[in-house]
């Protein structure tokens, strides 16, 4: 069975820190891979979307994707308290929509 | 201003009704989608739809129908035969269907319909 996996948390980082997520998938065939952050009660926003081996960076954010251990991650750089959310990453594993994780918690103490 | 709207934002259905839950885009995406998520759980997908007049069912089909009349609408019945309906619907879009592109197609998110059982 295709999964996405990832660490429930809660992920615990003082204000100005790093955060890292870590997301692992199943699927080799695999193309591309989301991230999401959603707070409590709302619907998922997407941050960042990588697809090729590496480093990805925008502003604050930076995915990383390794095909080769199938093994993907969102580092946020400088944490502050409204990066507290659930993230979700996702994989297109060339199905018909993209496979969810079940979220990593992060929360940023101030 | 380019976006997915659904209503209602809350939804109440006694046992044995079926309601119907909105879905609007208006980004010109061709792929629509709809996800349910219940607490502590992933997203999961119900129904999904490529093109005007054409839906496939997702790995929750049972107990819901859709129909897509327009490009821009994909609404969703949830009726009586689905057993456990309380939980957080989600509509999503993307310029085309996941599973035919790869690289870069983004899927956007509305901001979601919560449906509880009286």
């Known amino acids: 069975q295709k999964e996405v996996e990832q660490n429930s948390g809660p992920l615990s980082v003082p204000e100005g820190a790093i955060a890292s997520l870590n997301c692992t998938y199943s699927d080799r065939g695999s193309q591309s891979f989301f991230w999401y952050r959603q707070y409590s009660g709302k619907s998922p926003e997407l941050i960042m979307f990588?697809?090729?081996?590496g480093d990805k960076e925008d502003g604050r954010f930076t995915a990383q994707l390794n095909k080769a251990s199938q093994y993907v991650s969102l580092l946020i750089r400088d944490s502050q308290p409204s990066d507290s959310a659930t993230y979700l990453c996702a994989a297109n594993q060339a199905g018909t929509a993209l496979i969810f994780g079940k979220g990593t918690t992060l929360s940023v103490s101030s | 201003d380019g976006g997915i709207t659904q209503s209602p934002k809350y939804l109440f259905r006694k046992e044995g009704q079926n309601v119907t839950l909105s879905c609007e885009q208006n980004l010109n995406h061709d792929a629509m989608y709809w996800y349910r998520q219940d607490p502590g759980q992933g997203l999961r997908l119900i129904y999904y739809?490529?093109?005007?007049?054409?839906?496939q069912k997702g790995d929750i089909a049972e107990g819901y129908s859709v129909s897509r009349e327009k490009k821009e609408s994909f609404p969703l019945t949830v009726t009586s035969a689905q057993k456990n309906p309380t939980a957080f619907y989600l509509c999503?879009?993307?310029?085309?269907?996941?599973?035919?592109?790869?690289?870069?197609?983004?899927?956007?998110f509305g901001p979601g319909t919560r449906l509880t059982v009286l």
């Open positions: 739809s490529q093109i005007v007049n054409d839906f």
């Open positions: 999503a879009s993307s310029k085309f269907l996941l599973r035919t592109s790869g690289g870069r197609n983004e899927q956007f």
């Open positions: 990588i697809y090729s081996n």
